[in-house]
């Protein structure tokens, strides 16, 4: 699939419009890249070692780009304060999320898009607007964002009461309890942690596709340099056929 469908002259003018800008900086430092637990995407190896899908399009960009990194993993609530605070500079994700919103840039293209499900079991009706949450029990991720969800799932004029956890199988474990109404995740994170589980009359609906974007914290010395050099990067990778913006169908 193309870049959002993008016509292929469209791409070339981004490539140049950017071209002047980031072939005159240099930098000489080494880049804190991001990564944390979110399969197939980012993957903890059990070295500690990072792997996965936006893990790999990261490191191919900075290559391109000749910047030198890091990789680091780390808990996602941790991960987002470490980028709010610039101890983290660089990380494949969507806006919204409140540890970071206001203290980082994004890059003009997104690079893909993941799909928020809603799970619920039995006769509990799938929710198709924000409000249908209200008077609800949820299971929400520690850490996520939720394309900004998250601060109406915690304002208490809604009446809903909220758990978190930080473990993607657990979640389903306390649905399949009936200690919740609802387990609100991403569609692989879900898919991974329900292979082994057995939940009689799960379903669930797609609420949303939330875009993922570069992300690099606004503590970073050159941090809009360094997302110019990013997006020229990538750009040029996409044209060269070596990337592709990566969707999260159904």
């Given amino acids: 699939m193309g870049l959002f469908y993008t016509p292929y002259y469209a791409i070339r003018l981004l490539v140049f419009s950017f071209l002047f800008l980031s072939s005159s900086v240099s930098f000489a430092l080494l880049i804190k890249v ?58 494949l ?21 993941i799909q928020m499900r809603v799970y619920a079991i039995g006769n509990t009706p799938l929710p198709l607007i924000k409000e249908d949450f209200n008077h609800y029990r949820i299971i929400t991720m520690r850490g996520y964002g939720y394309h900004g969800l998250v601060k109406y799932f915690a304002n208490p004029n809604n009446n809903i009461a909220v758990t978190s956890t930080s473990e993607h199988r657990s979640s389903f474990l306390m649905l399949k309890n009936k200690r919740a109404d609802y387990v609100i995740n991403y569609k692989h994170p879900s898919e991974t942690a329900l292979e082994d589980l057995k939940i009689r009359d799960l379903k ?32 040029e990778l996409i044209e060269l056929g070596e990337l592709e913006y990566i969707t999260n169908d159904d």
Avoid: W
């Avoid at 994700?93 to 890059?107: F, R």
């Avoid at 669930?204 to 503590?219: G, N, Q, R, W």
């Fill in 93 to 113: 994700g969507i806006k919204g999320s409140p540890e970071y919103d206001d203290n980082v840039l994004y890059s003009k293209m997104a690079i893909s898009q």
């Fill in 204 to 235: 669930y609906t797609s609420f949303y596709d939330a875009k993922v974007y570069f992300i690099v914290s606004k503590e970073t010395p050159y941090a809009a340099e360094i997302l110019n050099k990013l997006e020229l990067a990538y750009l």
């Fill in 34 to 91: 991001g990564s944390t637990d979110f399969p197939p995407f980012y993957v903890i190896n059990s070295d500690n070692s990072a792997s996965g899908i936006y893990v790999d399009i990261m490191e191919r960009t900075l290559q391109h780009a000749k910047l030198d990194y890091r990789i680091d993993s780390f808990p996602t609530k941790r991960l987002y304060r470490n980028l709010g605070l610039g101890e983290t500079d660089i990380f």
